[in-house]
T-cell receptor, first 112, second 115 residues
Framework: AQSVTQPDIHITVSEGASLELRCNYSYGATPYLFWYVQSPGQGLQLLLKYFSGDTLVQGIKGFEAEFKRSQSSFNLRKPSVHWSDAAEYFCAVEAGANNLFFGTGTRLTVIP | DADVTQTPRNRITKTGKRIMLECSQTKGHDRMYWYRQDPGLGLRLIYYSFDVKDINKGEISDGYSVSRQAQAKFSLSLESAIPNQTALYFC??????????????FGPGTRLLVL
């Protein structure tokens, strides 16, 4: 069965510091992977997605993610965090028929 | 104007009441979805529809029903609301022309409180 694990419930980083949010998935077939961001009181916005090809994908707002099949991971990174990046981040895997399974989310706090 | 809208944005209701949440989209997408979000549980799929004549149950459909009135409209109903249906509900859409590998676009959410 498909599943997505985000092991970090809450992460706090200083503004300007680098960021890595972890995501591990379990899925028997080729995974299609997504990262979404949810700002307070807002819906979900797509940051980036991986379908095939280059395992390092670039997204909006300076985010990138790397797909590592051997580790079943799709970690999200940003080299320098801005205060406006404070939000909740969700990793998701598409498990056929365009159905998304989401992780439980990682809440990011950015301190000045 | 937002591409995916949800009404109401907030709702308080009582146990046993019937309530309908509505979703409209102007993206011209065939596929629509309803999710609920609970703290610590992420988003879980309730129902999805690939076109007006197609309705499918998701992971947690018990206690819910849906109606796809038109390509642009997808409603979620709670026939008899119960407190554990208190959650944040999201509607989403996707194009459908690619079959897979498509981005889902989310509405702003409806916060529902069942007393």
């Amino acid at each position: 069965a498909q599943s997505v694990t985000q092991p970090d419930i809450h992460i706090t980083v200083s503004e300007g510091a680098s960021l890595e949010l972890r995501c591990n998935y379990s899925y028997g077939a080729t995974p299609y992977l997504f990262w979404y961001v949810q700002s307070p009181g807002q819906g979900l916005q797509l940051l980036l997605k991986y379908f095939s090809g280059d395992t390092l994908v670039q997204g909006i707002k300076g985010f990138e993610a790397e797909f590592k099949r051997s580790q079943s991971s799709f970690n999200l990174r940003k080299p320098s965090v801005h205060w406006s990046d404070a939000a909740e981040y969700f990793c998701a895997v598409e498990a056929g028929a365009n159905n998304l399974f989401f992780g439980t989310g990682t809440r990011l706090t950015v301190i000045p | 104007d937002a591409d995916v809208t949800q009404t109401p944005r907030n709702r308080i209701t009582k146990t046993g009441k019937r309530i309908m949440l509505e979703c409209s989209q102007t993206k011209g997408h065939d596929r629509m979805y309803w999710y609920r979000q609970d703290p610590g549980l992420g988003l879980r799929l309730i129902y999805y529809s690939f076109d007006v004549k197609d309705i499918n149950k998701g992971e947690i459909s018990d206690g819910y029903s849906v109606s796809r009135q038109a390509q642009a409209k997808f409603s979620l109903s709670l026939e008899s609301a119960i407190p554990n249906q208190t959650a944040l509900y999201f509607c989403a859409t996707s194009d459908g022309s690619l079959g897979v590998q498509e981005t889902q676009y989310f509405g702003p959410g409806t916060r529902l409180l069942v007393l």
